[in-house]
C-alpha cells in the first residue's frame, strides 16, 4: 500500500503535520530512547566502577565464595561473588516456588469462584499487601514469624530431613534461608496475583462456553480454557515477582544470619543474597570494597537480565498456540 | 442416538426481565429445527435453556419443563454438566481452544469422561468425529497443528467435530454460518443435512434461506415490542411455514424478508 502513487491514495496531507501529532511522537520517541540510555548508563557505571576491584581480585571473582575485599592499599583483595549469587536465586527461587501456586490460586478464587462482593473485597486487600514497605515486612519476619515457623521447622526436618533442602539441625532463631523465600513469598503475593487475575478475567467468553458445553464442570472448564489461556500472563507476573525477589535487600538482610557459603540446607542458618550483602557491607567497605560490591552488583545486575530474557523466550515459545 | 426434547411452559428471565414467555414445542429427533425471528427476540437464551448453558448468566432463570425423552433436565437432582455432555453447543463465532492442537481440541470433551483412553481409541474417535465433520480430508495431515491456524469454516467445522465426538444426543447451533463467508457457510449446511441422520438438530438462524434450506421444522418467534418477551409465534412443517403460515405475523415477517 505504501508504495502506490501518493497523488491517488488518501494518505495524511504532507504539508499539515499536527502539532500535537508531532509532540505526541517526539516526546515518545524520547522517552523509549531515554530509558535505553538510562539501562546504558548503568551498566556503564558498574563495569567502569567495578573494575578497579576486579583488575586487583586475586581469586576468581565467579567461584569464590570468601569476600576479602576491604584491604589496604598495599594488600592483595581475594573475593568471589559464588556464595552470593547461589543465595540470591535461591532465595529468589524459593519464593516464586512458595508464591506463584497460591497467587494462581487466589487469582483463581477471585475471577471464577467468590462472590463479586468477596472478589472485589480479597482483590483490594492483596492490592494493599503489595503497599507495605518491605523494612516492614522485615519486621514482620523477624520479630514474629520466624518464632512461629519454629514448630514447623522442626516437623519438616524430622519427616522430610531426608531430602537435603530440609536436613537439620534446624537453625535455632530461624534466620534461615527459609525464612526469608518465605518472607519474599509474601512480598511478591499480591504482584503475581493481581497480573493472573488480570489475565483470567480476559479469557474470552467463546472459550469458556466451549468447555462447559462440552459437559466441563467449573473446575475442568478452568484446565481446559482458562489456564492454558492465562499462562503467558502468568510466567509475566511471575517473572515481575522473581525480579522483586532477585533485587530485594531490606526483609533479607533483616532475617538472614548471613555466612557466605554455598549450602543448600534452607534451614540452617548461612547463604547470603547480594542485595543484602551490599547493604550490610557498603557502610564499613574499605580500600577495594566499594569497587568489589559494586562488581557484586554487576552480577545482579546480569542475573536479572538474564531472567527476564528467559521469560520472555517462555513467553514468546508458545505463540503459535496462543492466538 | 437422537432423542426428542419436549419444552412446556418455558419461562425464562434475566433477574426480573422476562425474556422469553412461555414457549411449548416439540423438537424431533433426527430432523433439524430452524428458529427464526429478529434480533433480540430470545432465540439465543431460548436455545441456551435447551442445555442449561443460560446458567452461565449470573442472574438467568427459568420456570416451566424441558424433557429429553423421559429426563426432566431441570429436576432438582439433575447435574448441568450432565445435561451438557448430552446437549452438545456449536456458536456463532468459532470458538477452538487456541492453545491446543486439531487433535486436543477433537478429543478434549472425551478426555473429560475417561482420562485414560488408548490412544488408538483415541485416535478412531478424532477420525470419525472429523469424518462427520467434512473435515477429515483438510486436516488428516496437520492433526498436530493449532485449531486456530484454521480458516474459519474450518474452525467452525472444527468446533462441530468437537461437539459430535463424545456422541451427544442432540446438537444446538446459534446462528453456526454468520461469521463465515458464502462457501463455507454451504459446507456446514450440508454437513447438518448429513448430521440430521444421527442427532437432533436446533439452528437458529438469522437468513431465511438457510432456514428453508436446512430445515424440516421451523419455529417463529417474535416480540410484541421492545421491552416485551419474546415469544413462539407458530412453529410447523418450514414448507408450510414459509408458503402458507397461520398467523399474519408470520407470513408479515416471511415476505418482509423474502419478497
Ligand atoms: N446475559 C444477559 N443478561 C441480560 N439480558 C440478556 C442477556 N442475554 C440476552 N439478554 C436479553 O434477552 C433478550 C433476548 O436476547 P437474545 O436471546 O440474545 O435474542 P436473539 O438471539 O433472538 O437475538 C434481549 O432483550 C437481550 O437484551
Ligand atoms: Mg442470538
Request: hydrophobic letters at 45%.
Amino acid at each position: 500500500m505504501t508504495t502506490t502513487d501518493s497523488s491517488t491514495t488518501p494518505r495524511a496531507p504532507k504539508g499539515k503535520r499536527r502539532i500535537g501529532d508531532v509532540v505526541f511522537g517526539n516526546t515518545a520517541r524520547g522517552s523509549g530512547i531515554l530509558i535505553l540510555a538510562i539501562l546504558a548508563g548503568v551498566a556503564a557505571f558498574l563495569i567502569i566502577q567495578s573494575f578497579d576491584a576486579l583488575s586487583a581480585n586475586t581469586a576468581n571473582f565467579l567461584t569464590t565464595t570468601e569476600w576479602d575485599a576491604n584491604t589496604d592499599a598495599d594488600e592483595e583483595p581475594a573475593f568471589g561473588v559464588a556464595a552470593l549469587a547461589f543465595g540470591t536465586v535461591l532465595a529468589a527461587a524459593l519464593a516464586l516456588v512458595i508464591a506463584t501456586p497460591i497467587a494462581v490460586g487466589i487469582a483463581l478464587f477471585i475471577a471464577y469462584y467468590a462472590p463479586r462482593r468477596l472478589a472485589s473485597l480479597l482483590g483490594y486487600i492483596v492490592d494493599l499487601l503489595a503497599a507495605i514497605p518491605s523494612v516492614v515486612y522485615g519486621l514482620w519476619g523477624i520479630g514474629y514469624l520466624v518464632q512461629e515457623l519454629t514448630p514447623f521447622y522442626q516437623w519438616l526436618s524430622d519427616y522430610l530431613g531426608w531430602i537435603p533442602l530440609f536436613a537439620g539441625p534446624i537453625s535455632t532463631t530461624g534466620r534461615t534461608m527459609m525464612s526469608a523465600g518465605i518472607v519474599l513469598a509474601v512480598m511478591i503475593l499480591p504482584i503475581i496475583t493481581a497480573i493472573s487475575r488480570d489475565v483470567f478475567l480476559q479469557v474470552p467468553r467463546g472459550h469458556r462456553e466451549a468447555a462447559l458445553a462440552l459437559g466441563a464442570t467449573r473446575w475442568e472448564m478452568i484446565r481446559m480454557a482458562v489456564l492454558p489461556f492465562g499462562r503467558p500472563g502468568v510466567i509475566g507476573g511471575a517473572m515481575l515477582g522473581l525480579g522483586r525477589a532477585l533485587g530485594e535487600t531490606m526483609a533479607v538482610a533483616m532475617i538472614l544470619s548471613p555466612a557466605l557459603i554455598i549450602s543448600p540446607h534452607l534451614l540452617q542458618s548461612g547463604n547470603q543474597t547480594i542485595a543484602a550483602h551490599i547493604a550490610l557491607q557498603y557502610p564499613e567497605a574499605t580500600g577495594h570494597g566499594v569497587s568489589a560490591l559494586i562488581a557484586a552488583g554487576l552480577v545482579l545486575f546480569a542475573i536479572t537480565l538474564v531472567v527476564n530474557m528467559a521469560a520472555r523466550y517462555v513467553v514468546a515459545r508458545r505463540k503459535e498456540f496462543s492466538e | 442416538m437422537a432423542k426428542r426434547i419436549d419444552v412446556s411452559g418455558l419461562n425464562v428471565y434475566y433477574g426480573d426481565f422476562l425474556a422469553v414467555e412461555d414457549v411449548s414445542m416439540t423438537i424431533e429427533p433426527r430432523a433439524v429445527t430452524a428458529f427464526i425471528g429478529s434480533s433480540g427476540c430470545g432465540k439465543s437464551t431460548f436455545l441456551r435453556t435447551l442445555n442449561r448453558m443460560h446458567e452461565v448468566a449470573p442472574n438467568a432463570r427459568v420456570d416451566g419443563k424441558v424433557m429429553l425423552d423421559d429426563l426432566d433436565i431441570y429436576a432438582p437432582e439433575v447435574d448441568p454438566v450432565a445435561v451438557r455432555r448430552e446437549i452438545g453447543m456449536v456458536f456463532q463465532q468459532p470458538n477452538p481452544f487456541p492453545t491446543m492442537s486439531i487433535y486436543d481440541n477433537v478429543i478434549a470433551g472425551s478426555k473429560l469422561n475417561n482420562q485414560r483412553m488408548s490412544k488408538s481409541n483415541a485416535d478412531d474417535i478424532v477420525e470419525r468425529a472429523l469424518r462427520d465433520a467434512n473435515l477429515w480430508d483438510e486436516v488428516k495431515d496437520r492433526l498436530a497443528k493449532p485449531g486456530s491456524g484454521l480458516s474459519g469454516g474450518q474452525q467452525q467445522r472444527l468446533c462441530i467435530a468437537r461437539a459430535v465426538a463424545v456422541q451427544p444426543e442432540v446438537l444446538l447451533m446459534d446462528e453456526p454460518c454468520s461469521a463465515l463467508d458464502p462457501i463455507s457457510t454451504l459446507a456446514i449446511e450440508d454437513l447438518i443435512a448429513s448430521l440430521k441422520e444421527n442427532y437432533t438438530i436446533c439452528i437458529v438462524t438469522h437468513n431465511m434461506q438457510q432456514a428453508a434450506r436446512v430445515s424440516d421444522q421451523t419455529a417463529f418467534f417474535n416480540l410484541a415490542g421492545t421491552g416485551q418477551p419474546g415469544r413462539l409465534i407458530e412453529m410447523g412443517e418450514t414448507n408450510k411455514i414459509f408458503t402458507k403460515p397461520d398467523k399474519k405475523e408470520t407470513e408479515n415477517y416471511i415476505t418482509g424478508r423474502f419478497g
